[in-house]
């Protein structure tokens, strides 16, 4: 049988290509190797615009394990995190904080509404300790795109430093480190730049991260650690992953031959055009505006149709070869579709064909959201 179609927010849909890159086995301190991972990390500070003045630190893990190295990587043990929230994996920021046992304030808003830079800039001005400000690009939660080129603004304004979780949009939207100010920006290889999953990316500015020396509280999550060792041995400390690496090289490779962060980002924008649009000719409702959407994941809720079952409805089009995502919002009952992976306008369409015959078997009609 043919791999699902993943609309998810990861694990996504690979090509063949990065697939097949992985049925090589590596030595770790093998000539290619070593090459290999010195060209995925410079065509990252690339992406990043980061040349001559940032570098990219691997880590191993999942996305969630680079976050945490980051903060507890850039802020000292007598520093003070400002966390921005508007959805889950803010929220994730400040329990790990309460784990690594940093000071941090919160700045939250709904899920469906972004930070406001002028009310983040009060905060600033009011509270002298806070030394860092840490804010989600694209909050996966809802899918909302959060003002992060404003909210650096005043961040550098006000002399703090900004950490970024671009997890879900880096390699799709732009960010770029000679119009945004910030120390360091985490992402993964299993999102917009479609490899497997297994490994996590800082890019810290050069100057920030020589300063962190001795500030993590964990030895496998100390990117400065990671960074003087890759520096100086050109090895990774500890076991690398050595085929998702190489998927990975593979997937930087097509995303430059797609014409990098525009044609990565052109594709899921006409994606998520088709996706939206015919599900709104359907009948459903998006949680977010068009303005606040990012081209990552949407946010669709729920109808109140009794015939409406969701397990039933996920169940359908998981037979039909499309994987959905359940919502994960407070604020509505909700389910979440994504257009990112190795997916084109033809499997959107795909999917809401699947969507009509799943509705129509169970006899749904209405598919307002309840009041
Ligand atoms: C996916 C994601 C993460 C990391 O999730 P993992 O499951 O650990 O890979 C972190 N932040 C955001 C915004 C994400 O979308």
Redesign the pocket.
Known sequence: MADPVLLT??PLTTSMTVKQAMLKDWGSRDKAFIAMNARVREGLVELAGGQGTHVCVPLQG????V?EAMLGTFVPKTGKLLIIINGA?GK?MARMCDVMGRRYVVSETAEDTPPNPQAIAALLAGDKEITHVAV?????TSGILNPVAEIAAVVAKSGRKLLI?A??AFGAIELDARQVTFDAVAA?S??CIEGA?GL?FCIARQSALEACAGNAHALSLDLYDQWVNMEKTKQWRFTPPTHVLAAFDQALTEHKAEGGVAGRGGRYRRNCRVLVDGMRALGFETLLPDSLQAPIIITFRMPADPNFHFETFYDKLSAAGYVIYPGKLTVADSFRVGCIGRLDESHMKGALAAIRKALDEMKVNALKPAA
């Open positions: 927010p990861g999942s996305g969630t394990f976050v994996y994730r989600v690009h694209c909050e996966t979780d997890m879900s993964s299993n999102k999953p996590g």
